[in-house]
């Protein structure tokens, strides 16, 4: 089976930078993903890596090292409209569903 | 927009009763997922769609089933609801290629069921 850890709840001050961790445990990898859900809302896509390396869109970046199973996402020049649930994502080889983290909770204070 | 559409938004069931949720698709997109989301934990998978058949299985009872249709949307169907069942349920729409991970999954806003 696949498992998949990242803190519950990380608070970060406006304008800040903050990484929020993500370790799994796959019995094969494709890739790992973000996702970013305020309340109330649909996930929505932020990132993903196939490789291992830091891929940047905007303020987000997202890291991923396959040998140490693990990756994070880094959120630079925090705003207030950051604060949501932020969850990482695995996909297996073939057309497998993605697994989801239990989430992470973002509260961004002034 | 052709996102993905869900319907209805909120439900009240009681204990018992069979409750059906619909799904369609981003525009262009093919294959269906659905997922359970209960308050302050990640999507749980519980199977997914693709070509009118039932393709992927998570480990969920059969009182879970589906259903997809020839123009992609989809629907989650749940008998003999249990207060368990309470949660939000996510639909989400992706396009099946061979090898491709899935990383561009395009959700729902969900429907939120609350059993009473």
């Known amino acids: 089976g696949q498992s998949l850890e990242q803190p519950s709840e990380v608070t970060a001050v406006e304008g800040a930078i903050v990484q929020i961790n993500c370790t799994y445990q796959t019995s094969g990898f494709y890739g790992l993903s973000w996702y970013q859900q305020h309340d109330g809302g649909a996930p929505t896509f932020l990132s993903y890596n196939g490789l291992d390396g830091l891929e940047e869109t905007g303020r987000f970046s997202s890291f991923l090292s396959r040998s140490d199973s693990y990756g994070y996402l880094l959120l630079q020049e925090l705003q207030m409209k950051d604060s949501a649930s932020y969850f990482c994502?695995?996909?297996?080889?073939?057309?497998?569903?993605?697994?989801f983290g239990k989430g992470t909770r973002l509260s961004v204070i002034a | 927009d052709a996102g993905v559409t869900q319907s209805p938004t909120h439900l009240i069931k009681t204990r018992g009763q069979q409750v059906t949720l619909r799904c369609s698709p981003k525009?262009?997109?093919?294959?269906v997922s659905w997922y359970q989301q209960a308050l302050g934990q990640g999507p749980q998978f519980i199977f997914q769609y693709y070509e009118e058949e039932e393709r992927q299985r998570g480990n969920f009872p059969d009182r879970f089933s589906g259903h997809q249709f020839p123009n992609y949307s989809s629907e989650l169907n749940v008998n003999a609801l249990l207060l368990g069942d309470s949660a939000l349920y996510l639909c989400a729409s992706s396009l099946r290629t061979g090898g491709s991970p899935y990383y561009g999954y395009t959700f729902g806003s969900g429907t939120r069921l609350t059993v009473v």
């Open positions: 525009s262009g997109h093919d294959t």
């Open positions: 994502a695995v996909s297996e080889p073939g057309n497998t569903p993605l697994v």
